[in-house]
């Protein structure tokens, strides 16, 4: 037994899918499993009740996780403390518009129980670059949304929201309980401007060449004004909160806008791998508790 497979057996324990743990820990399905047979071989005992649907945790499974996350804490609290004996440790977090409002107080207090030490710098980014500056070097992580070009970058989804339209209260879609996409054609959208990440640009204007563009915005706040003082629509993810005066419609046919910590798939350091597991301990915590 050693830390990788604890590792291990904690993303499978908490994304209760062997398919989703392997995809947390950027490997494939079967040398998972092995490994975690190989654990139950040497620990002597069942650790996962195995199902079509998943798998859920013995009781022998519960004790080892409790264990196994206060060791890996435990060896992350070291590293860190040697990373900071070496040489003054920095992050830099990039976020995006309201993904900013993501990294709350529950997060900073998880990370900064392990980390106490390590300087940590917030680069936010406007509508141009979901990426925050990961692909310019500019920062060693990101909070952001999904989807965008992710050639060379690492991604892991820590929540995925539905999607609406914006509109004025007074639009007469607004009373609406649910829209489709083609509900929305030849209305004027706010846009993005044409340096844009194109993956990213196509998913906010719905892929859709029918659509009649708007005023070009680069901030969630130039978007909402857009829609206050232009009678312009576009998309957010539902759940933020508008200013008086706009509603956000579901929209069903659009693809989940999912919510990502991201990095560069070349960068090895072990203060971006236990950003990215705090990060998914807590938002997995906070999807369970709501």
């Not at 139950?40 to 004790?63: C, I, K, M, P, W």
């Not at 929540?159 to 509109?167: C, H, I, M, Y």
């Not at 906010?204 to 629509?233: F, M, Y």
Request: aromatic share 6%; charged share 20%.
């Amino acid at each position: 037994m050693d830390l990788r497979s604890l590792r291990y057996f904690v993303a499978v324990a908490e994304e209760r899918h062997f398919g989703r743990a392997a995809l947390r820990l950027h490997m494939t399905q079967p040398p998972l499993s092995r490994a975690i047979k190989q654990l139950e071989s040497d620990l002597g005992a069942v650790l996962l009740h195995r199902s079509a649907t998943g798998v859920s945790l013995t009781a022998a499974g519960s004790t080892l996780y409790d264990e196994a996350r206060t060791l890996l804490d435990q060896a992350e609290h070291v590293r860190a403390r040697v990373a900071a004996a070496s040489g003054a440790a920095t992050l830099t977090i990039g976020t995006l518009a309201d993904s900013a409002d993501e990294a709350g107080a529950g997060l900073v207090e998880a990370f900064r129980k392990l980390h106490p030490d390590v300087d940590v710098r917030v680069r936010e980014a406007d509508l141009t670059d979901p990426t925050t500056g990961l692909h310019g070097g500019l920062v060693d992580v990101a909070l952001t949304r999904w989807p965008f070009d992710d050639t060379g970058i690492s991604v892991h989804v820590l929540r995925s929201d539905a999607v609406g339209a914006v509109l004025r209260i007074d639009d007469p879609l607004a009373g609406r309980e649910s829209l489709a996409v083609a509900d929305l054609a030849d209305r004027r959208w706010f846009r993005l401007p044409d340096d844009s990440d194109p993956v990213w640009r196509a998913y906010w204007s719905a892929a859709s060449g029918e659509l009649r563009e708007g005023p070009v915005v680069r901030t969630v706040h130039e978007c909402v004004q857009a829609v206050l003082w232009n009678r312009t629509i576009g998309l957010m993810p539902i759940g933020h909160a508008l200013p008086a005066g706009l509603v956000c419609v579901p929209v069903t046919d659009m693809p989940r806008s999912s919510l990502v910590v991201a990095w560069s798939s070349a960068n090895g350091d072990p203060l971006i791998r236990s950003f990215t597991d705090i990060a998914a301990r807590f938002y997995g915590s906070a999807s369970s508790a709501g």
